[in-house]
């Protein structure tokens, strides 16, 4: 951040509660970025014993990972992932289960993840946010190292499923 969002003084920095911070120079103003996460929620949406993956818009051809979205101002994060499996990939769905909250430090987010019954296995996608998709057998899904991927092999566990995990940036198909 390097102007101020009130003010729009030139942002320094500066270390408050023993972190160093953006802050507004500006004593009249002082806003300080604290960069706190931002809340993601994310789907394991299960139909068939197959689980969907989808593939958003600007991602790498072999990158699939699980719905999400952002929480909408006065919604709780069930409410969340439920509009966001409905708006993405045209599903209604039931939640089944809270999966856990997972790190995601690399882009500032704290996922929320649960686990999802399909109604159905119809498909429409939201062509603006989701370019692929794919239902893949739950016995043959394989977590990736990243993010949401921790939760998928936490949920397997409690199937008596043991897998390895993936990185993407080893995959080159
Ligand atoms: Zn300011």
Same mark, same amino acid.
């Given at each position: #951040? ?5 003010? +729009? ?13 953006? %802050? ?20 394991? %949406? ?5 689980? &969907?993956l989808v593939r ?7 990158w699939y990972g ?16 439920? /509009?966001?499996?409905?708006?993405? &990939?045209? %599903?209604?769905?039931?939640?089944? +289960? ?7 430090? /690399? ?12 109604? +159905?296995?119809?498909?429409?996608? #939201?062509?603006?946010? &989701?370019? !692929?998709?794919k239902?893949?057998? &739950? ?27 993936? !990185? ?6």
């Amino acid at each position: #951040m390097r102007y101020c969002p009130q003010c +729009s003084c030139e942002m320094a920095r500066r270390e408050i509660g023993g972190r160093e911070r953006a %802050v507004c120079p500006n004593r009249y103003c002082g806003f300080v970025h604290w960069d706190n996460p931002v809340p993601v929620v994310g789907g394991i %949406v299960e139909w068939d014993n197959q689980v &969907i993956l989808v593939r958003n818009v600007g991602w790498p051809e072999n990158w699939y990972g699980l719905v999400t979205g952002f929480l909408e101002a006065g919604e709780m994060p069930d409410e969340a992932i439920l /509009r966001e499996v409905k708006e993405e &990939i045209g %599903v209604d769905a039931t939640i089944e +289960s809270f999966i856990g909250m997972y790190e995601f430090y /690399r882009k500032n987010q704290l996922l929320i993840i649960y686990h999802l019954r399909a109604h +159905s296995g119809d498909v429409v996608v #939201m062509e603006d946010e &989701i370019a !692929d998709y794919k239902w893949v057998a &739950i016995d043959k899904v394989k977590p990736w190292t990243a993010g949401t991927g921790r939760a998928l092999r936490d949920w397997l566990r409690t199937r008596g499923i043991e897998r390895e995990m993936f !990185d993407f940036s080893d995959v080159n198909n």
